[in-house]
């Protein structure tokens, strides 16, 4: 659908590969646009008032005002018509138009101008005794709450509202997440944790209208690690940032995520005697799920339990799901020098001018766009800022990782090294990569097959753990469960 | 017809000769030049900068190759002269394709050589954009080091050799790709990383031929 100031009309969807399409002549229709393919049919110059935007037939790149800039699919030129992915229509649309344009991928709807919609931001507190989630409007909204078994759901029934915030992790067990659905009636869930006991609502009319509501928690259990069985590896959730930090529990540790590098088809590097790297990291990777369990009385899951592939972005995304204190990812290097042989551990780097940029864009569109929503731009800059916050704690882990690991498998230590690596990017807590040894050099080839050695390499891994969650400790001291965590994004 | 007179026509006639020759010589100089390669693509320019044109075509610059160290892990530096270009989107695809074709001085590759530049483009931002084929996934090595190796190859001979450049963008068949081969991540642009030159620099070997 698309909004303007003078009406809506409905949109036709095409779906190619995944990816949703709109024909271009149906959105600009009435917009002052003038539409001109080239001779061959191969690209098509959009114009207003001087502005100019080209497509090109098959390619995901479009030139706005002589920039090029990328869009999520490719756009497709037939039969006259011009299909553009509907996500990436704000990029080309808001410079070409010189109007707000929004696409608002829960509602389904994209915004062209001025449309007023109320704004809604979700706010979180964490006690002791339970949890409040607050809903404000800065207009007066109908507010419909009703509970269900394991959530509890609340409707505004409006054409249109804005989210500020369409994704919120809490901690404390009381409420897990609130995220914001979107559909015909702007549906809210919040997902019930296992501490739930009761629900209180209020509402004040305002403005700004507030819905309050106040979820009562079961008392604490006694034991530290909880024996509820670990939530369903659902599909991966929306990307996640601001996320709420975890209450520290003496050491602050309870959860790690262990990722055993590829998988499936995705056989990773090969040795010269055929060893392949996606078989030794989940080894490894089991090995260390037992020793951090038993050694440490940590609960450690791994992102795969078998040889199957898993998405990049999935495997954060397991780790954020479960809502873990470290994210692991095990690895075994390889390199076209065939004498390079010994350990690695990275974490991700951030060159301090992606970042300051991709601040600035998220700025931008909260500028423009008057808040963010739950759009695909502003999902992909948050779920890249993931990783940004806990940088710090990374570093230390790597470095207490790589001091271990250097002594127990008597490998040159290579050291603690940063570089842009994918699968760390979504995580939001402290993640690194631990390259084991070169399966590219024949000597630790040979090794990194052995039980023996493996074992070596995960008792350097636990006492890494151990050693960083002591430095945790010693710093966060004074912080004890009962901590207000207020998430909050500024 | 006096013999000065005949002196005075055949003095004209070479004057008008010489001015001709000056005036068309943009158009065949580079005839005497054989053997130097012609720039590929230069567009013909107008009369007045046409000889500057024309000495142009023979200039040829030298760039830094980052390829894979011979004897340990990290980058080692070649460098090369290649033909100049105005041209900076084809400067670069020009140095993307030495890239390609590997070391002349021992220096290992670091992309497979049926790799083919599909497109290049430079942003006013600063930013290359540089799409190849597929060849340049699923590196047979595999392993983080040698992609490290393989993408930085690319992002620091760009950077290094054209101040212009600030990052770089592997595209892979007109697409955005996640990774080549499972580890560094290519969905935005990279500035260099210089930490990766091999810890005890190789000396620089000219080559130009």
């Given at each position: ?9 409905e ?8 990816a ?14 003038t ?16 502005r ?7 390619k995901s ?10 869009l ?30 929004e696409?608002?991928?829960?509602a389904?709807v994209?915004?062209?101008g ?11 507190v964490?006690?002791?005794?339970g949890a ?14 009703s509970?269900?078994?394991?959530r509890?759901?609340?409707a ?13 992790r ?7 997440s ?7 009636d702007?549906?809210?869930a919040?997902a019930?944790?296992r ?20 979820f ?5 259990p ?6 509820a ?21 003496q050491?602050g540790l309870r959860?790690?995520v ?8 995705e ?5 010269p ?6 078989d ?37 995304a ?35 001018n992606?970042?300051?940029?991709r ?15 739950g759009g ?12 940004a ?16 690991l250097?002594?127990?498998?008597g ?6 090294k ?23 050099n024949?000597?630790e ?11 070596k ?11 960083y ?16 965590a207020?998430?909050?994004r500024? | ?5 005949a ?6 006639l ?10 068309t ?22 009369a007045?900068?046409a ?6 075509v ?5 760039v ?20 100049f ?13 030495e ?10 590759p ?14 006013p931002?600063?930013v ?7 060849e ?7 392993g ?5 190796i ?14 212009a ?10 697409k955005?790709?996640?990774t080549l ?11 260099p990383?210089?930490?990766l ?13």
């Amino acid at each position: 659908m698309l909004a303007e100031k003078t009406g809506r009309r409905e949109l036709t969807l095409t779906n190619r590969g995944g990816a949703d399409l709109v024909p271009i002549a149906q959105v600009v229709a009435g917009l002052g646009v003038t539409l001109a393919p080239d001779a061959r049919g191969l690209s098509l110059t959009l114009s207003a008032q001087g502005r100019e935007v080209v497509l090109y037939d098959r390619k995901s790149l479009a030139s706005v005002g002589g920039d090029l800039r990328l869009l999520s699919a490719p756009v497709v030129g037939e039969e006259g018509r011009w299909l553009v992915p509907v996500d990436s229509l704000p990029r080309l649309l808001q410079p070409l138009l010189a109007q707000k344009v929004e696409w608002r991928a829960a509602a389904h709807v994209l915004i062209v101008g001025e449309v007023s919609a109320p704004r809604i931001t979700v706010t979180t507190v964490v006690g002791r005794d339970g949890a409040r989630v607050v809903l404000e409007s800065n207009e007066a909204v109908p507010f419909r709450v009703s509970q269900e078994e394991k959530r509890v759901v609340v409707a505004i029934p409006r054409d249109v509202v804005e989210v500020v915030n369409p994704t919120e992790r809490v901690a404390g067990g009381v409420v897990d997440s609130v995220q914001f659905l979107g559909g015909r009636d702007n549906v809210f869930a919040i997902a019930l944790g296992r501490r739930f006991l009761q629900l209180k609502s209020s509402e004040e009319a305002g403005p700004p209208a507030r819905l309050v509501l106040d979820f009562q928690a079961q008392p604490l259990p006694v034991a530290v690690f909880p024996t509820a069985s670990p939530p369903p590896m659902a599909a991966p959730p929306p990307p996640v940032a601001g996320t709420a930090q975890r209450p520290a529990e003496q050491g602050g540790l309870r959860t790690v995520v262990i990722d055993p590098g590829h998988g499936g088809e995705e056989v990773g590097a090969k040795g010269p005697a055929g060893t392949l790297e996606k078989d030794v990291t989940l080894a490894i990777a089991r090995k260390l799920r037992s020793a951090l369990a038993n050694g440490l009385g940590l609960q450690a899951f791994l992102t795969r339990d078998r040889d199957a592939e898993v998405p990049l972005d999935d495997r954060a995304a397991f780790a954020n799901n479960y809502k873990a204190d470290l994210f692991i990812s095990i690895h075994a290097n390889a390199s076209r020098s065939h004498g390079a042989k010994g350990s690695e551990v990275y974490f991700l780097s951030y060159q301090a001018n992606d970042e300051e940029s991709r601040r600035l864009a998220l700025m931008e569109g909260q500028a423009v766009q008057g808040g963010p929503s739950g759009g695909g731009d502003l999902a992909v800059i948050l779920w890249d800022m993931a990783q940004a916050e806990h940088l710090e704690d990374s570093s230390a882990l790597a470095s207490r990782i790589q001091e271990e690991l250097a002594e127990v498998t008597g490998s040159q230590g290579r050291g603690v090294k940063q570089a842009p690596f994918r699968v760390l990017v979504g995580a939001a807590m402290p993640a690194v990569l631990v390259e084991v040894a070169f399966i590219s050099n024949s000597a630790e080839e040979k090794q990194l097959a052995s039980e023996a050695y493996q074992a070596k390499i995960v008792s350097a891994l636990v006492k890494g753990v151990s050693r960083y969650q002591q430095q945790r400790a010693g710093r966060d001291g004074a912080v004890s469960f009962g901590t207000v965590a207020v998430p909050g994004r500024n | 017809m006096t013999p000065r007179r005949a002196n005075l026509i055949t003095v004209g006639l070479l004057v008008l000769l010489f001015a001709g020759m000056a005036v068309t010589a943009p158009r065949w100089a580079h005839l005497l030049r054989r053997e130097v390669p012609e720039a590929g693509g230069s567009s013909p320019a107008p009369a007045a900068a046409a000889e500057e044109e024309a000495a142009r075509v023979e200039r040829r610059i030298n760039v830094k190759l980052f390829l894979q160290a011979p004897d340990r892990t990290g980058l080692a530096i070649e460098e090369r002269a290649v033909t100049f270009s105005s041209d900076l989107a084809g400067q670069v695809r020009a140095v993307v394709e030495e890239l390609i074709q590997g070391s002349k001085s021992g220096l290992q590759p670091t992309l497979a050589p049926q790799t083919r530049v599909l497109e290049v483009f430079v942003s006013p931002r600063g930013v290359a954009y540089v799409d190849l084929s597929k060849e340049a996934q699923g590196l047979s090595e595999g392993g983080s080091e040698a992609e490290l190796i393989t993408v930085y190859s690319i992002v620091n001979s760009l950077t290094a050799n054209f101040p212009a450049i600030k990052r770089v963008q592997i595209l892979v068949e007109d697409k955005p790709a996640t990774t080549l081969a499972g580890h560094i991540d290519l969905t935005h642009p990279l500035p260099p990383d210089m930490t990766l030159l091999a810890a005890a620099p190789v000396q620089p070997v000219g080559s130009a031929q």
